[in-house]
């Protein structure tokens, strides 16, 4: 009768330290903040995105580097990728998903926040990465007119060594014009988390704004640990 007792108390015990591991685990993760980064081909995203890893040692993660990434490695899931990108087909919002998934789950013992470079596209895939990964913290998003973003991609393509079909004035505007339409509908649907940023202005000037967008949400996640 003893010896049962005892056991029952080990495994009490057990399952309580398991719940502690799980919860701290928890908060851990919730401390991490999660930013979407937003905004149209040109706008100048990318430069943002690096100077935010200079100074803060973000995991910064871009669905197509991912993409690239996974057929690189020459992985069955790659293969796969590549045939249903070589097909002219678009990769599923599950199978991008999947791969966001995985790189945070493996950055996230030792990253200090997530960069989400170029997701969501529509707002289906923010209701989707919010549900799977987690709640975005802030979103991002550089603002930028239609003829400035094509004069950037059209000089990013000529200076480019190897030259692409699409990037046309008429391909290139087309491209503009869905994105255009499909973030109206994430900026509506995640209007109370996001911050619209002027991204045709001096690149320090943009950045001094992205800085004090980030710092008050780490002052907040600081605040909200405080009193766990």
């Not at 309580?16 to 706008?43: M, N, S, T, V």
């Not at 549900?131 to 973003?149: H, K, N, Q, V």
Request: some cysteine; charged content about 30%; proline content about 2%.
């Amino acid at each position: 009768m003893l010896f049962m007792c005892h056991q029952m108390a080990m495994k009490k015990e057990a399952q309580e330290k398991l719940k502690a591991e799980e919860l701290r685990k928890a908060q851990a993760a919730a401390d991490i903040p999660i930013i979407w980064i937003l905004g149209g081909p040109g706008c100048g995203k990318g430069t943002q995105c690096a100077k935010i890893v200079e100074k803060y040692g973000f995991t910064h993660l871009s669905s197509g580097d991912l993409l690239r990434n996974e057929v690189a490695s020459g992985s069955d899931k790659g293969r796969q990728l590549q045939a249903v990108m070589s097909s002219g087909g678009l990769v599923s919002n599950d199978e991008v998903l999947s791969l966001l998934n995985d790189a945070v789950n493996r950055a996230k013992g030792g990253s200090k926040g997530f960069l989400i470079d170029g997701y969501p596209r529509e707002k289906t895939q923010g209701v989707a990465f919010e549900e799977r990964i987690g709640p975005a913290d802030l979103a991002l998003y550089f603002d930028c007119s239609e003829d400035t973003m094509l004069k950037r991609i059209l000089a990013r393509a000529a200076a480019a060594a190897v030259k692409r079909s699409d990037d046309n004035e008429e391909t290139i505007r087309a491209r503009l014009q869905t994105f255009k339409q499909n973030t109206s509908a994430i900026l509506e649907l995640y209007a109370d988390k996001t911050l619209t940023i002027n991204a045709e202005r001096d690149v320090d000037d943009i950045f001094q704004e992205v800085v004090q967008a980030i710092d008050c949400v780490l002052k907040k996640k600081a605040k909200i640990a405080a009193h766990c």
